[in-house]
């Protein structure tokens, strides 16, 4: 996740410590099926096909293939949000804004 990213979800109020649990973010993704598709990753992030892959790939998001088909999980990209904030974007797998 970009520190633009983060900084629009810390905007939107996602990342204060009053709003960081599951239900919250979660909220966010109510118009998102169960297991969402690499095209449903980007709309929900706001991100590019590239960077989708780059999260899945480096192992960020976590996620199942079937077959040749990934799958997130809503619940993984929750995770991925919460670590984020809780990391302030600055995790060790943190991709910096130089990779986009």
Do not use: W
Request: proline fraction near 2%; include cysteine.
């Amino acid at each position: 996740m970009t520190k633009l990213q983060l900084q629009n979800f810390m905007k939107a109020g996602v990342c204060t410590i009053n709003n960081l649990n599951n239900s919250a973010i979660g909220n966010m993704f109510l118009n998102y099926p169960d297991l969402l598709t690499i095209d449903d990753l980007q709309r929900a992030l706001g991100i590019g096909r590239n960077m989708a892959y780059r999260l899945i790939n480096n192992g960020q998001i976590e996620h199942i293939r079937i077959g040749k088909n990934i799958k997130i999980p809503k619940r993984f990209v929750v995770d991925f949000i919460i670590g984020s904030c809780y990391n302030n974007g600055s995790d060790k797998f943190a991709v910096s804004e130089k990779e986009v």
